[in-house]
């Protein structure tokens, strides 16, 4: 299984981008978003159900990152608004099969490679 992220790239401060992870074969219960900046431990942004009823945001986000999917393509997207320099990070996508909607990474079995988000101020 594979899951392989696009979208990245370098935008100003208060710019968007957004992200998509695409998932090779499979769909999963549970998608996420996590990012990891140098030198930091890498953190949860946000996750979502399998019916998209259920989504969490970290406090950091909310209100700026929408997530979203597609099952029928298979796909997660991370909406990312009024960007931050502090949001410059890794992005990486994750997913689970059973479980609650969570923001452990280690409950995330399945992980993209990660794409690079850089926020200029």
């Known amino acids: 299984v594979q899951l392989q992220a696009f979208g990245g790239g370098l935008v100003q401060a208060r710019g968007y981008l957004r992200l998509s992870c695409a998932a090779a074969?499979?769909?999963?219960?549970?998608m996420g978003w996590f990012r990891q900046a140098p030198g930091k431990e890498r953190e949860f942004v946000a996750a979502?159900?399998?019916?998209?009823?259920?989504?969490y945001h970290a406090d950091s986000v909310e209100g700026r990152f929408t997530i979203s999917r597609d099952n029928a393509k298979k796909t997660v997207a991370l909406q990312m608004n009024s960007l931050k320099p502090e949001d410059t990070a890794v992005y990486f996508c994750?997913?689970?099969?059973?479980?609650?909607?969570?923001?452990?990474?280690?409950?995330?079995?399945?992980w993209g490679q990660g794409t690079q988000v850089t926020v200029s101020s």
């Open positions: 979502i159900s399998w019916s998209g009823g259920i989504r």
């Open positions: 994750a997913a689970r099969n059973g479980g609650l909607v969570g923001g452990d990474p280690d409950d995330f079995g399945f």
């Open positions: 074969g499979r769909t999963f219960s549970v």
